[in-house]
């Protein structure tokens, strides 16, 4: 049976091995885990998701308290519509993150950027524009636009210096959202260099309706194959979510995959940037203790742990801090049902919200615990400690084991000791 290692993946001059790490905001895929998919050949996915918040935490700026400053007259008015982000800031946060990953890049390998339409920052077209060319212009090796159609997303970038070089790929979950990408954007002449197909059993939001588990990733992928067979379009086919074993990712790659998009098994690595206590919670999780909601004001369903601690958590809306989320009108589904239950509960403290959540202060806070369904089998990949909890794995671990692996095995780690 074949495995990982015998396949690699075509990118214009490129030879890559044929395994990405897909891109987790807020900073979950860190730039050293994205790196380390680079050096060891193939390729890693930084986020821009809430940039301002990285650029603080990484590079010592002050985009946050000083947006807060700026618009803390608003705090409590209802009507966030004049909560904008300064698009000059969104420059320099997404160049300081970018030039800072790219400088430390080694090896082959190449580091992409994770760019989700659905991050409409009260003037989608706008923060969404500058965001691509600022990656472009810092460097990044290529852009892959999630978490939306964005149909109309190339045509942001299409005067840019690096449109046709940097490699610029879409997330779909159908044949139909791929169809009507490519449909949108024949005039401009620029196929996209490569196509993830995310399934049903990703990890963060999905491309599904609360039917998720109707759908099957191989099936998709199969029909993506297809189309593209028919159009005669060599673009590689990139599978994701799901994809546990390296003989799950060598099935994709024999039936005609250009390479695996991968990340749950990376959120128990030493270099992913959830915090130490959450990656033990993902370890711990059992398959009952998972579920896909409805709590995203991105109206996307989402996958997490129940135990998440942003789940229900009624505090105030941090718009005039974050505001990621705020649609072109400057509102947010949060918003909404914050006010509902402060309305209903005047007494109260604070108040218990349930059917939305302030996804940009939990995200912050690492307080959702996004993840994908098979995070209930990390706990067989690694070895456990004399006090109960779960030895980190390394990056390198994760993928050398998904490169090489064969009979659905996975490598356990060397037991450290402590
Ligand atoms: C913790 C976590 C956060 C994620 N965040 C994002 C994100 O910000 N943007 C995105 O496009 N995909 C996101 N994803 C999806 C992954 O990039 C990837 O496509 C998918 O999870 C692959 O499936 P797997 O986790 O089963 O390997 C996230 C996944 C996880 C596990």
Same mark, same amino acid.
């Given at each position: 049976?074949?495995?990982?290692?015998?396949?690699?993946?075509?990118?214009?001059?490129?030879?890559?091995?044929?395994?990405?790490?897909?891109?987790?905001?807020?900073?979950?895929?860190?730039?050293?885990?994205?790196?380390?998919?680079?050096?060891?050949?193939?390729?890693?996915?930084?986020?821009?998701?809430?940039?301002?918040?990285?650029?603080?935490?990484?590079?010592?700026?002050?985009?946050?308290?000083?947006?807060?400053?700026?618009?803390?007259?608003?705090?409590?008015?209802?009507?966030?519509?004049?909560?904008?982000?300064?698009?000059?800031?969104?420059?320099?946060?997404?160049?300081?993150?970018?030039?800072?990953?790219?400088?430390?890049?080694?090896?082959?390998?190449?580091?992409?950027?994770?760019?989700?339409?659905?991050?409409?920052?009260?003037?989608?077209?706008?923060?969404?524009?500058?965001?691509?060319?600022?990656?472009?212009?810092?460097?990044?090796?290529?852009?892959?636009?999630?978490?939306?159609?964005?149909?109309?997303?190339?045509?942001?970038?299409?005067?840019?210096?690096?449109?046709?070089?940097?490699?610029?790929?879409?997330?779909?979950?159908?044949?139909?959202?791929?169809?009507?990408?490519?449909?949108?954007?024949?005039?401009?002449?620029?196929?996209?260099?490569?196509?993830?197909?995310?399934?049903?059993?990703?990890?963060?939001?999905?491309?599904?309706?609360?039917?998720?588990?109707?759908?099957?990733?191989?099936?998709?992928?199969?029909?993506?194959?297809?189309?593209?067979?028919?159009?005669?379009?060599?673009?590689?086919? $990139?599978?994701?979510? +799901?994809?546990? &074993?390296?003989?799950?990712?060598?099935?994709?790659?024999? *039936?005609?995959? =250009?390479?695996? #998009?991968?990340?749950?098994?990376?959120?128990?690595?030493?270099?992913?940037?959830?915090?130490?206590?959450?990656?033990?919670?993902?370890?711990?999780?059992?398959?009952?203790?998972?579920?896909?909601?409805?709590?995203?004001?991105?109206?996307?369903?989402?996958?997490?742990?129940?135990?998440?601690?942003?789940?229900?958590?009624?505090?105030?809306?941090?718009?005039?801090?974050?505001?990621?989320?705020?649609?072109?009108?400057?509102?947010?589904?949060?918003?909404?049902?914050?006010?509902?239950?402060?309305?209903?509960?005047?007494?109260?403290?604070?108040?218990?919200?349930?059917?939305?959540?302030?996804?940009?202060?939990?995200?912050?806070?690492?307080? $959702?615990?996004?993840? +994908?369904?098979? &995070?209930?089998?990390?706990?067989?990949?690694?070895?456990? *400690?004399?006090? =109960?909890?779960? #030895?980190?794995?390394?990056?390198?671990?994760?993928?050398?084991?998904?490169?090489?692996?064969?009979?659905?095995?996975?490598?356990?780690?060397?037991?450290?000791?402590?």
């Amino acid at each position: 049976m074949k495995r990982v290692d015998d396949f690699r993946l075509r990118l214009g001059k490129h030879e890559l091995v044929p395994i990405m790490i897909g891109g987790m905001g807020v900073d979950i895929s860190t730039a050293d885990l994205a790196l380390e998919a680079a050096r060891l050949g193939g390729i890693g996915h930084i986020s821009d998701a809430m940039i301002n918040t990285v650029s603080d935490r990484r590079y010592d700026t002050k985009h946050v308290k000083e947006k807060l400053a700026l618009f803390k007259y608003n705090v409590n008015n209802e009507d966030k519509s004049s909560v904008k982000f300064d698009l000059g800031r969104l420059v320099e946060a997404t160049r300081l993150h970018v030039e800072a990953t790219m400088t430390r890049k080694r090896g082959d390998g190449m580091v992409f950027i994770n760019c989700m339409e659905k991050l409409t920052m009260n003037a989608p077209k706008e923060t969404l524009k500058v965001r691509m060319s600022a990656a472009l212009d810092a460097g990044i090796d290529g852009i892959t636009l999630a978490a939306g159609l964005h149909l109309g997303s190339f045509a942001l970038i299409e005067d840019h210096p690096r449109f046709r070089d940097a490699k610029l790929g879409i997330i779909v979950s159908s044949v139909r959202a791929l169809q009507l990408f490519l449909k949108k954007n024949a005039k401009l002449n620029r196929l996209p260099d490569y196509v993830v197909v995310e399934g049903p059993l990703a990890g963060g939001h999905l491309g599904f309706g609360m039917d998720w588990s109707q759908y099957d990733l191989a099936t998709i992928v199969a029909e993506v194959l297809q189309f593209l067979h028919d159009e005669q379009l060599a673009i590689p086919v $990139i599978p994701a979510g +799901g994809i546990f &074993t390296g003989s799950d990712a060598a099935a994709f790659l024999e *039936q005609g995959a =250009g390479a695996v #998009q991968v990340a749950t098994r990376f959120t128990v690595t030493d270099e992913c940037g959830l915090p130490a206590e959450v990656k033990q919670e993902y370890f711990k999780a059992r398959d009952e203790d998972i579920e896909v909601n409805q709590i995203s004001p991105t109206g996307y369903p989402m996958r997490m742990i129940k135990g998440s601690p942003g789940i229900g958590d009624g505090i105030r809306p941090n718009c005039e801090a974050y505001g990621y989320l705020l649609d072109a009108n400057g509102k947010c589904s949060y918003i909404t049902s914050y006010n509902r239950e402060v309305a209903a509960h005047p007494e109260a403290r604070k108040v218990k919200v349930w059917d939305k959540t302030c996804l940009c202060t939990h995200m912050r806070n690492f307080d $959702i615990w996004t993840c +994908g369904q098979t &995070t209930s089998r990390l706990k067989d990949t690694t070895v456990q *400690q004399a006090d =109960g909890s779960y #030895q980190l794995l390394s990056a390198e671990h994760v993928f050398r084991d998904y490169q090489f692996s064969t009979d659905h095995q996975v490598a356990l780690p060397q037991a450290q000791s402590r």
